[in-house]
């Protein structure tokens, strides 16, 4: 079946600067690919997520890359600031209908202002 | 989008009771999921909620141990039976409303059984 790695699994960087979260997955059926920002006592909160047709997608300040030959995608955050602060989980699905999620083992992420 | 709420958001049990955990959807969706998640850890599928049918469930969960109900498109229930103290988790449900992938989680019920 599907594993996902996920690194770094802790980030810190000072408010201002980008950060790189890197995902790879085993299965090269695998075609979507959700981010989730997850704080501290709540539900992961679906941030941007990319299909295997496209390469890259932003959405603001956050990026997502994917590069199906090499199996792996990353989320890129530009200007961090304190409140992007949170576990971070990536996660691939093979699925035909996009359904069963394998989630990776989580980047925390801290933002010093 | 969806939004997905959950009951109890928290319980303290103890060993050899059972807990059903309420998942409420603010509009009708596709699938209804439950998952596991192991404080600090990651999120593990536990099962597929179909409306109208038996769950499916993932290799290492057994519908004896976790029964799920899904009478409607907006409504699912998760049990934990006969719950041990390595059940103690986070549980959490989420849905989708269509059919492009996005899962939306709810807040999570944190379990601790003691």
């Known amino acids: 079946g599907e594993n996902v790695e996920q690194h770094p699994s802790t980030l810190s960087v000072q408010e201002g600067d980008s950060a790189v979260i890197k995902c790879t997955y085993s299965?090269?059926?695998?075609?979507?690919f959700p981010w989730y920002k997850q704080e501290l006592g709540k539900g992961p909160q679906l941030i941007i997520d990319?299909?295997?047709?496209?390469g890259e997608k932003k959405d603001q300040r956050i990026a997502v890359t994917l590069n199906k030959t090499a199996k792996h995608f990353s989320l890129h955050i530009t200007e961090t600031q304190p409140e992007d602060s949170a576990v971070y989980f990536c996660?691939?699905?093979?699925?035909?209908?996009?359904?069963?999620?394998?989630f990776g083992t989580g980047t925390r992420l801290l933002v010093s202002p | 989008s969806a939004v997905i709420s959950q009951k109890p958001s928290r319980d303290i049990c103890q060993r050899g009771t059972s807990l059903t955990i309420q998942c409420q959807v603010d509009?009708?969706?596709?699938?209804m999921f439950w998952y596991r998640q192991q404080p600090g850890q990651s999120l593990t599928l536990i099962a597929t909620?179909?409306?109208?049918?038996?769950?499916?469930?993932e290799s290492g969960f057994v519908i004896d141990k976790f029964p799920i109900s899904r009478p409607n498109l907006t409504f699912s229930t998760l049990t934990v039976s006969n719950m041990s103290p390595e059940d103690s988790s986070i549980y959490l449900c989420?849905?989708?409303?269509?059919?492009?992938?996005?899962?939306?989680f709810g807040p999570g019920t944190r379990l601790t059984v003691t």
């Open positions: 996660a691939a699905s093979a699925d035909t209908g996009f359904q069963k999620l394998v």
């Open positions: 299965d090269s059926a695998s075609n979507y």
């Open positions: 990319i299909r295997s047709n496209v």
């Open positions: 509009s009708q969706v596709t699938m």
């Open positions: 909620a179909n409306q109208g049918s038996e769950a499916t469930y």
């Open positions: 989420s849905g989708m409303p269509g059919q492009g992938g996005e899962q939306y």
